[in-house]
């Protein structure tokens, strides 16, 4: 990941309506939710949860389907790893212990749900 991409991540996840609904889709995994879910869950009113899903999505963290008439949105994990990647690439000049003992556990939960069934 270049600078300029992980500034768009940063900046479109700098909003607390943005940053909830990308945790509502990392929860959801590879299914997703419905944009109505994502509305009721976080009771943002329908224009102001699409403003907000376009930021995500302009900023490639995630991904919508049609089903119909509805719309399936999906985190992109591959982005958010690559967002991890590079906020903590050579942490502490490469001494893992030194970033603490929770350093390591970010990239094994990320990992495991990344590769976990879709």
Same mark, same amino acid.
Do not use: W
């Given at each position: 990941?270049?600078?300029?991409?992980?500034?768009?991540?940063?900046?479109?996840?700098?909003? !607390? /309506?943005? %940053?909830?609904? &990308? #945790?509502?889709?990392?929860?959801?995994?590879?299914?997703?939710?419905? !944009?109505?879910?994502? +509305?009721? *869950?976080? /009771?943002? =009113?329908?224009?102001? %949860?699409? &403003?907000?899903?376009?930021?995500?999505?302009?900023?490639?963290?995630?991904?919508?389907?049609? #089903?119909?008439?509805?719309?399936?949105?999906?985190?992109?994990?591959? *982005?958010?790893?690559? %967002?991890?990647? &590079?906020?903590?690439?050579?942490?502490?000049?490469?001494? +893992?212990?030194?970033?603490? =003992?929770?350093?390591?556990?970010?990239? $094994?939960?990320?990992? $495991?749900?990344? $590769?976990? /069934?879709?």
């Amino acid at each position: 990941m270049e600078m300029t991409e992980a500034t768009q991540s940063l900046a479109a996840l700098g909003h !607390a /309506s943005r %940053l909830a609904i &990308f #945790r509502q889709l990392v929860e959801a995994g590879h299914g997703g939710r419905m !944009a109505g879910e994502l +509305a009721q *869950a976080l /009771s943002l =009113p329908g224009a102001t %949860l699409s &403003f907000h899903l376009k930021e995500l999505m302009a900023a490639g963290l995630i991904h919508g389907e049609a #089903r119909g008439r509805y719309v399936n949105y999906r985190a992109d994990f591959e *982005a958010m790893n690559g %967002l991890i990647a &590079f906020l903590t690439h050579n942490c502490c000049a490469g001494d +893992a212990e030194a970033c603490g =003992p929770d350093a390591n556990q970010c990239t $094994t939960a990320v990992t $495991t749900c990344k $590769t976990g /069934s879709r």
